[in-house]
């Protein structure tokens, strides 16, 4: 059956401090964030009722809600309140969640001056972001012709939505020429991110990741390096050639909707679903279903 589209589906959205019906949380179309991408948002999961991380979720929040020079107009333990309680209202132990925060339509212009800053959190269920079979396969993707801009030029560490047409677009690319998803470049050249996911390379023991100049500082980025580092693994931060990727002989993708992802392929590149990844796999499930690594 066709998923209904998100705006008629039924449930509650907590909205500006309040709940209202999932129907009602609507928006004007002279809305600030619409025109000028004057919005930042969080994307954090829960597993059996415990939301993953959500401390460094709201951090991250608000300081993204920072750098673009929002002041989110409440404390972030009410926040935390709210998605705990979105959650439970919702009825769901496993699910997506995704606070929203945006100028609203008090004025229209470039300026910000006048507008209010909006805040939503809204919970549904999302099992898997790439489908199971991709997964234990190992995700192909393309190389996009985008490249993460320079972090001169964009909020780039900010989890703004102006920091996603390029994802959109590539997403897109990957879609219509038969990949699962993309990797986008840096502005140097350098490897990037895939569209909604830091990208890791294995070699023998090492694991090596992009440093942070324009990626997005990844919550699972950070947990699945704790717990490569447990398991004995060197990790490695720095600037990746595309051509080095025939170096190493397997990759992931981590985030909060793709968690721990293989890759079998990158543009000409190849790589196996190997042991260490499969470790991997294992232990954040372990931790998230707050189980702890096994060992
Ligand atoms: N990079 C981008 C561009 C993303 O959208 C995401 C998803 N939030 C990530 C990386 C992974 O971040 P996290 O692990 O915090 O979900």
Same mark, same amino acid.
């Given at each position: 059956?066709?998923?209904?589209?998100?705006?008629?589906?039924?449930?509650?959205?907590?909205?500006?401090?309040?709940?209202?019906p999932?129907?009602?949380?609507?928006?004007?179309?002279?809305?600030?964030?619409?025109?000028?991408?004057?919005?930042?948002?969080?994307g954090?999961?829960?597993y059996?009722?415990?939301?993953?991380?959500?401390?460094?979720?709201?951090?991250?929040?608000?300081?993204?809600?920072?750098?673009?020079?929002?002041?989110?107009?409440?404390?972030?333990?009410?926040?935390?309140?709210?998605?705990?309680?979105?959650?439970?209202?919702s009825?769901?132990?496993?699910?997506?969640?995704?606070?929203?925060?945006?100028?609203?339509?008090?004025?229209?212009?470039?300026?910000?001056?006048?507008?209010?800053?909006?805040?939503?959190?809204?919970?549904?269920?999302?099992?898997?972001?790439?489908?199971?079979?991709?997964?234990?396969?190992?995700?192909?993707?393309?190389?996009?012709?985008?490249?993460?801009?320079?972090?001169?030029?964009?909020?780039?560490?900010?989890?703004?939505?102006?920091?996603?047409?390029?994802?959109?677009?590539?997403?897109?690319?990957?879609?219509?020429?038969?990949?699962?998803?993309?990797?986008?470049?840096?502005?140097?050249?350098?490897?990037?991110?895939?569209?909604?996911?830091?990208?890791?390379?294995?070699?023998?023991?090492?694991?090596?990741?992009?440093?942070?100049k324009?990626?997005l500082?990844?919550?699972?980025?950070?947990? +699945?390096?704790? %717990?490569? =580092?447990?398991?004995? &693994?060197?990790? $490695?931060?720095?600037? !990746?050639?595309?051509?080095? #990727? /025939? *170096?190493?002989?397997?990759?992931?993708?981590?985030?909060?909707?793709?968690? +721990?992802?293989? %890759?079998? =392929?990158?543009?000409? &590149?190849?790589f $196996?679903?190997?042991? !260490?990844?499969?470790?991997? #796999? /294992? *232990?954040?499930?372990?931790?998230?279903?707050?189980?702890?690594?096994?060992?």
């Open positions: 059956m066709a998923e209904l589209p998100f705006d008629q589906r039924d449930g509650w959205i907590w909205l500006d401090g309040e709940t209202v999932w129907r009602d949380a609507k928006v004007h179309v002279l809305t600030h964030a619409l025109h000028y991408a004057t919005s930042i948002f969080e954090q999961r829960a059996n009722g415990r939301i993953f991380e959500l401390e460094a979720h709201t951090d991250r929040l608000y300081r993204s809600a920072d750098i673009l020079g929002m002041k989110i107009p409440f404390p972030k333990d009410e926040i935390n309140a709210a998605c705990y309680d979105n959650l439970e209202r009825g769901y132990k496993d699910a997506y969640q995704r606070p929203v925060v945006w100028r609203g339509s008090e004025k229209m212009g470039l300026s910000v001056k006048g507008t209010e800053v909006h805040v939503a959190i809204a919970s549904w269920e999302w099992p898997s972001y790439f489908s199971p079979e991709a997964r234990l396969k190992g995700l192909r993707l393309c190389i996009s012709n985008w490249r993460r801009p320079d972090p001169k030029t964009a909020p780039i560490q900010a989890k703004s939505a102006s920091n996603y047409p390029i994802s959109c677009l590539s997403k897109d690319l990957a879609e219509r020429t038969g990949y699962d998803d993309a990797l986008l470049l840096d502005w140097e050249g350098f490897v990037g991110e895939a569209t909604g996911a830091n990208i890791f390379f294995v070699r023998d023991s090492e694991i090596h990741t992009p440093s942070l324009c990626v500082d990844g919550i699972t980025r950070r947990t +699945v390096m704790g %717990l490569a =580092e447990k398991r004995g &693994y060197r990790i $490695v931060e720095r600037d !990746i050639r595309p051509e080095e #990727m /025939a *170096d190493f002989d397997q990759a992931f993708l981590t985030g909060t909707a793709a968690e +721990v992802t293989p %890759l079998s =392929e990158i543009g000409p &590149y190849s $196996v679903v190997g042991e !260490i990844i499969k470790q991997l #796999m /294992a *232990d954040y499930d372990a931790l998230v279903r707050g189980q702890g690594p096994s060992s």
